[in-house]
C-alpha cells in the first residue's frame, strides 16, 4: 500500500478475534470448525479473513471469543500530523454513521508517536470532521494501534465482552467467564455427547456452556451488539438461536452442578431455565463428599473450579476441600475425564490425581491452569 493512502488493510479484510489469553489455540480451532476462512493464531487471538459479514458471525455463534474486532484501516503515521493527515483519508463514513456518536481509544507500542491520548485526538478530529460525532460514552469503539509506526484501525463490533450471553443473571462468588468454560470443555475433550458433572457450580457456567453446545444453541442469540450500530450492520438479520447442524440428541438430564451453597443452587437452575437448557440440567445442592455420579450414564468428564487464593490461614482448610474432591472421584468415578480449574498447584496436588497442567490461562488477572488428567 502506498504511504499516504489509507483504505482497508488487505482484500478481504481481516477480522481479529481477541481471545482469553492462554486460550487462543481452541479459539482458533473453534473459529476453523465453524467454517471461518484464513484462520491464524497469534499472540492475543486468532485473525479470520472477512469484512462485516463474518465479524456478525464470528460475534454471534464463537463460544471462545472474548471480542470481534474489525480491522478497516492500516497506514503509516511517523508523527502527530501524519497521523492527523492520514487519518483524514480513512472513509470513516462507509462503516461509522452520523447518527451513532463513537469512541475513539488509541495504544502505541515501538513508535515515534507514543502518545496515546494525543493519538486519540488526532483520529477523533479526523472522524468528527467527516461529520461522525464522538462522545467519551460512544456507542460504537475506533480503536487505534500504533505498532512499529504502523497504525492499524479497528472497529469493535461486539460491544459488551462475549462472555455476557444475557442468561446468566445470577453471578456467584468468583464466576468463571463463558468464555473460558467453553475453552476448557474443549481442552477437556468434549464433543456435545459426554456427561458432564461440575461438583462446585456456583452459578452453574460449566454446566450451562455444556448443554448449550449439546443442544446447538448459538450463544449470541439473546444479546445486543455493537455492529447493529453501524452502517450496514442491522441489514444482518435476526441472530439464529441454533446451529443448522443441530442433530437434535438433546432427551435427558447429563448436565449436573452441585454446590453446597443453596444460593448459588438456586441461582444456577435460574440460569438454566433463562438460557433455556433445564431440561438438560440438574443442579443439588451437595457437599463434595457426598458427589456420585449420575446413574445410568457412561464415564463422561468432571470439570469444576474450586475455590483458591485464599489467604494463608484459608487455604488450609482448602487442602481439605481438594483432598475430599479427589477422594471421592478415586473411589466412585473410574474412568472420568477429570479437570480442575485453579491457580495453586499445591491444592491440585492435594487431590492425590494423576494430573498434567495445562495453561496458564489469565482469569481476571490471576494466571489459573487446568489441571487434567483421567481417574
Ligand atoms: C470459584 S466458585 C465456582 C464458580 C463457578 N464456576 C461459577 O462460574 O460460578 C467455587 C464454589 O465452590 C463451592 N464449594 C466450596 N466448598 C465446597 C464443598 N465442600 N462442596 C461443594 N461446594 C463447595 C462454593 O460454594 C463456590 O460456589
Not at 494525543?118 to 468528527?128: K, L, N, S, W
Not at 450463544?219 to 443448522?244: L, N, Y
Amino acid at each position: 500500500m502506498a504511504d499516504d493512502a489509507p483504505g482497508p488493510v488487505t482484500e478481504p479484510g481481516v477480522v481479529f478475534l481477541v481471545a482469553v489469553p492462554g486460550l487462543e489455540a481452541p479459539l482458533a480451532d473453534e473459529a476453523t470448525r465453524t467454517g471461518f476462512l484464513g484462520v491464524r493464531q497469534v499472540p492475543g487471538g486468532v485473525e479470520v479473513m472477512g469484512g462485516l459479514a463474518e465479524a456478525v458471525r464470528a460475534n454471534r455463534v464463537l463460544r471462545c471469543a472474548v471480542r470481534v474486532l474489525w480491522r478497516v484501516a492500516e497506514f503509516r503515521a511517523m508523527h502527530l500530523a501524519q497521523l492527523d493527515k492520514r487519518a483524514r483519508k480513512v472513509g470513516w463514513g462507509e462503516w461509522l454513521r452520523a447518527d451513532v456518536p463513537v469512541r475513539v481509544e488509541a495504544s502505541c507500542h515501538r513508535s515515534k508517536i507514543y502518545h496515546d491520548k494525543a493519538a486519540v485526538q488526532r483520529i477523533a478530529g479526523a472522524i468528527t470532521a467527516a461529520g461522525i460525532p464522538v462522545a467519551a460514552d460512544g456507542a460504537v469503539v475506533v480503536k487505534a494501534r500504533i505498532e512499529d509506526d504502523l497504525c492499524t484501525v479497528s472497529l469493535d463490533t461486539s460491544g459488551e465482552p462475549l462472555h455476557r450471553r444475557g442468561h446468566k443473571t445470577f453471578v456467584g462468588k468468583a464466576p468463571l467467564r463463558e468464555t473460558m468454560a467453553a475453552g476448557f470443555l474443549w481442552q477437556m475433550g468434549f464433543d456435545g455427547t459426554q456427561a458432564v458433572v461440575d461438583p462446585m457450580c456456583g452459578s452453574g457456567t460449566i454446566v450451562l456452556e455444556a448443554a448449550e453446545m449439546a443442544m446447538g444453541l448459538v450463544p449470541g442469540r439473546s444479546r445486543e451488539f455493537a455492529f447493529a450500530q453501524m452502517v450496514g450492520g442491522g441489514s444482518e438479520g435476526p441472530c439464529p438461536s441454533r446451529s443448522p447442524a443441530y442433530l437434535g440428541k438433546d432427551e435427558g438430564a447429563r448436565f449436573f452442578g452441585f454446590d453446597r451453597d443453596d444460593g448459588a443452587i438456586r441461582g444456577a437452575r435460574g440460569n438454566a431455565g433463562r438460557a433455556g437448557v433445564d431440561a438438560l440440567c440438574r443442579f443439588e445442592r451437595q457437599a463434595v463428599s457426598d458427589l456420585m455420579p449420575p446413574e445410568g450414564l457412561a464415564p463422561g468428564i468432571v470439570l469444576t473450579n474450586p475455590p483458591y487464593g485464599a489467604r494463608i490461614g484459608e487455604r488450609k482448610l482448602l487442602f481439605a476441600v481438594y483432598g475430599a474432591l479427589g477422594a471421592t472421584l478415586r473411589a466412585r468415578f473410574a474412568g472420568w475425564a477429570v479437570g480442575i480449574i485453579t491457580s495453586d498447584r499445591g491444592l491440585a496436588q492435594a487431590t492425590g490425581l494423576r494430573l498434567e497442567a495445562v495453561g496458564p490461562v489469565d482469569h481476571s488477572g490471576t494466571k489459573v491452569w487446568l489441571w487434567r488428567g483421567t481417574v
